[in-house]
Nanobody
């Protein structure tokens, strides 16, 4: 059993900052890529940022220069630092992890989501 638990969402004014965290726990052998996705009302879920085990990163064009993804492999945790937030960043943010479990299976897991609301 593997769980991804997110924290750090909330309400912030435009131009403000938030930091999201996602901790993976359970029967984990290793974690490959971890990432953050978001889904706004009426829109499809989209990739925000991703990071590999070697710390290579990938960002959506809309957040480049404003968001930073990082991970702590010892804690099985991924972070998303969000600066200069805009109202269009408002969405539910989901953590995602591609990992290998102790029994050798390769699985993809999602967190439960955390709401980020940016007021204008």
């Amino acid at each position: 059993q593997v769980q991804l638990v997110e924290s750090g969402g909330g309400l912030v004014q435009a131009g403000g900052s938030l930091r999201l965290s996602c901790a993976a726990s359970g029967s984990i052998f290793s974690i490959n890529a971890m990432g953050w996705y978001r889904q706004a009302p009426g829109k499809q879920r989209e990739l925000v940022a991703a990071i590999t085990s070697g710390r290579s990163t990938n960002y959506a064009d809309s957040v480049k220069g404003r968001f930073t993804i990082a991970r702590d492999n010892a804690k099985n945790t991924v972070y998303l630092q969000m600066n200069s937030l805009k109202p269009e960043d408002t969405a539910v943010y989901y953590c995602n992890a591609d990992l290998v479990t102790i029994n050798g299976g390769d699985y993809n897991y999602w967190g439960q989501g955390t709401q980020v609301t940016v007021s204008s």
